[in-house]
């Protein structure tokens, strides 16, 4: 089946500094891929929709400006936490649309980011 | 606001089988009917779709009645290893997901 994988699936950070979150679709291209951020006990929030080669779609409340998305090729999209803070603190989810007839989306095995 | 209502959770004990419904009043008509398992610290694995009436694979069956205003999802003979949050979720093909609450899966020995 189609995978998904990011990198890294974990990081470790100090407060004010930006981390970058890498999104690949392994085996299959992929024009749009999502990222969600969930917390703790909580179910998926969805952030924003990249689109490769275009800017993204971000979800109401997302700031664009710390949350920056950038879809350069049809297997890589990357998430940079800008000037993180502890509240950023999270795990987060890309996914991507994948090739079969379904449609249905795959999702990476997330990433937790924690900001000291 | 997420599409599909769930109850919030469900026990069962190894080897029964579970059946988890999902109520999705506003469904459009080219909104398919899509379930996610996740366990934690992972992302959503995907267990099965469908559009109507029955959906069977290897590992659940999807049952949609006439109307499409709800599904259930069927677990044949759980597993202490199912035990998981299960989401339900509605959308048209490549459109973008809105997560619900989901359905806390506990599976007892």
């Known amino acids: 089946g189609a995978v998904v994988s990011q990198h890294p699936s974990r990081v470790i950070c100090k407060s004010g500094t930006s981390v970058k979150i890498e999104c690949r679709s392994l085996?299959?291209?992929?024009?749009?891929m999502f990222w969600y951020r969930q917390f703790p006990k909580q179910s998926l929030m969805l952030m924003a929709t990249s689109n490769e080669g275009s800017k993204a779609t971000y979800e109401q409340g997302v700031e664009k400006d710390k949350f920056l998305i950038n879809h350069a090729s049809l297997t890589l999209s990357t998430l940079t936490v800008t000037s993180a803070h502890p509240e950023d603190s999270s795990f987060y989810i890309c996914s991507a649309n994948g090739p079969g007839s379904y449609n249905e989306q795959f999702f990476g095995p997330g990433t937790r980011l924690t900001v000291l | 606001l997420a599409k599909t209502t769930q109850p919030i959770s469900m026990d069962s004990y190894e080897g029964q089988e579970v059946n988890i419904t999902c109520s999705h009043n506003n469904i459009a008509t080219n909104d398919y009917i899509t379930w996610y398992q996740q366990f934690p610290s992972q992302g959503p694995r995907f267990i099965i779709q469908g559009y109507k009436t029955k959906v069977t694979n290897e590992v659940a069956s999807l049952f949609i009645p006439a109307d499409r205003k709800s599904s259930t999802l069927s677990l044949p003979r759980v597993s202490l290893s199912d035990t998981a949050v299960y989401y339900c979720?509605?959308?048209?093909?490549?459109?973008?997901?809105?997560f619900g609450s989901g359905t806390r899966l506990l599976v007892r020995p």
């Open positions: 979720l509605v959308g048209a093909p490549g459109d973008k997901l809105i």
């Open positions: 085996d299959f291209q992929a024009t749009t």
